[in-house]
């Protein structure tokens, strides 16, 4: 009983100390972060954050994976639409989210901080096949797509297009490039029917904002 | 005469200049890249610096900008093919020209430095935009394929794919995932019998190597 009620607490202390690693990256980037502002954003101490983390580059890595958790359990569509959901509420949630916000930001400028993962995109390819492959076994997609192809693709141009979007308009026109990829992409890789019916507008983009 | 000669001298001295600082912003990134680094590099006084740039990053610009000039004049198709060739090219040849590899990785890590200029990325779309405009007069695009959506578009995959290419390979699969977006992109875009004629291997790679 008190074990579980420590483990909890824990967990929470895991939570608030990524989120406010999270909030600290995301305003100073990697080299701007120190620990001592991440613990005083945290309200927490040095021995609570060494309990999680074993230094600054363990918490920017862990921040850098955490990007999924911040939109996949939103999700209730299947298939294509679920893949689509899954990108146009990424548009949405990067320009309120500052654990992904800070974890798009630090897989993005890791290699001149010295890190070299491919974990974070890794996971997106992965989450994103997921989908595809229900997706074939619903029947929507045509024949000859990989799902592993689209999905390594689809993340390749979202990483890009949120740098574009950054740089041209802070990241505001990002869910018009959201669905302009979808346009583009859908009439080569789903049947007909499922073109037709696929919704790409910035209504499904429904996850809470905060 | 002499002016003639003074004034290639000063292209030749801006061009020396121009790469010096590709080199050590390549090796070193922005903020590791010191004026007296790059005059060293380059053999030449600051006093010929400053005639030609104004700041470090003044000279950042140039490079970020310089882009498109290390592989356009080496293109000689037409239409799709030669959209697709600027982008086979380009793979290749950031493997092994300091002055692309430079601009790309500056352009990338901008915001950073406190630079927001979409200028390398709004000239890519244009060069594009210029090869997908020959394509549809050659009766090459599907109807209501708009050349500057997917000009726009496919600079942002290769923005991604190259990021996700360094961190997964050091970029050596770099020109694999130029030909899978060709693969997944023709079929929505170009008409069938274009799609079967382009070429997409990286045989179509033929810009010197140095």
Redesign the interface.
């Known amino acids: 009983m008190a074990g579980g009620v420590k483990q909890e607490r824990a967990v929470q202390t895991r939570e608030s100390l990524l989120r406010a690693a999270a909030e600290v990256f995301d305003e100073f980037?990697y080299s701007g972060a120190s620990i001592n502002r991440i613990l005083k954003r945290a309200g927490l101490t040095a021995g609570a954050l060494y309990f999680h983390f074993d230094s600054k580059e363990d918490l920017a890595r862990a921040v850098m994976n955490s990007q999924p958790e911040t939109i996949v359990p939103w999700l209730d569509s299947r298939g294509l639409q679920r893949l689509v959901d899954l990108t146009l509420n990424w548009a949405r949630r990067l320009q309120v989210d500052p654990l992904l916000r800070a974890g798009v930001r630090l897989t993005?400028?890791?290699?001149?901080f010295g890190l070299?993962?491919?974990s974070p995109?890794e996971q997106w390819v992965e989450i994103m096949a997921e989908c595809l492959r229900d997706a074939h076994e619903r029947g929507e997609l045509q024949a000859g797509v990989e799902p592993g192809?689209?999905a390594?693709?689809v993340?390749?141009?979202?990483?890009?297009?949120q740098?574009?979007s950054?740089?041209?308009s802070g990241r505001k026109d990002l869910m018009e490039?959201v669905t302009?990829?979808w346009?583009?992409?859908?009439?080569?890789?789903a049947v007909p029917a499922i073109v037709a019916r696929t919704e790409l507008g910035a209504e499904r983009a429904l996850t809470p904002l905060d």
Chains 1, 2 share one sequence.
């Open positions: 980037g993005n400028e890791q290699t001149s070299q993962d491919a995109y192809e689209v390594a693709f993340v390749e141009a979202c990483t890009g297009m740098m574009f950054a740089v041209v490039r302009r990829m346009r583009l992409l859908l009439p080569g890789i």
